[in-house]
């Protein structure tokens, strides 16, 4: 019984064994493309949870804008939340928030409320 030409372990007899090179070179290229295929749909997902938590928060910070702006529309006026919507304007974070949540629980007056948007809102 005669041993095929490509099980021998020679170096001489690896280089003569052509089936065995080109199926190995299509074997890693195949892992390699599902590899990076993988890997591409991978940073894909990444990429879109990163989008939708952005338009999350960002969506969040708008509507916390306009329940204070309500808010503050129903206890003291037209006046008051029109000038809190343009206080909020540059506001996004959550602490700003519930100060200003909290100013308008603690104010007695439209004119105290203002005031107290316009010395701490404007000195950031």
Request: charged fraction near 30%.
């Given at each position: 019984?005669?041993?095929?030409?490509?099980?021998?372990?020679?170096?001489?007899?690896?280089?003569?064994?052509?089936?065995?090179?080109?199926?190995?070179?299509?074997?890693?290229?195949?892992?390699?493309?599902?590899?990076?295929?993988?890997?591409?749909?991978?940073?894909?997902?990444?990429?879109?949870?990163?989008?939708?938590?952005?338009?999350?928060?960002?969506?969040?910070?708008?509507?916390?804008?306009?329940?204070?702006?309500?808010?503050?529309?129903?206890?003291?006026?037209?006046?008051?939340?029109?000038?809190?919507?343009?206080?909020?304007?540059n506001v996004n974070s959550a602490a700003d928030f519930e100060q200003v949540s909290d100013w308008i629980v603690d104010c007695?007056?439209?004119?105290?409320?203002?005031?107290?948007?316009?010395?701490?809102?404007?000195?950031?």
């Open positions: 019984m005669t041993t095929p030409k490509c099980a021998k372990d020679t170096a001489a007899s690896r280089s003569d064994c052509s089936p065995a090179p080109t199926w190995w070179r299509r074997c890693c290229a195949a892992v390699a493309a599902r590899w990076f295929r993988a890997r591409r749909v991978a940073q894909g997902l990444v990429q879109g949870i990163e989008r939708g938590a952005e338009q999350a928060t960002s969506t969040l910070r708008k509507e916390q804008r306009t329940w204070l702006g309500r808010q503050a529309t129903r206890r003291f006026g037209r006046r008051a939340g029109e000038s809190l919507g343009e206080h909020l304007a007695a007056s439209e004119e105290e409320l203002l005031a107290t948007l316009a010395n701490r809102c404007d000195a950031r």
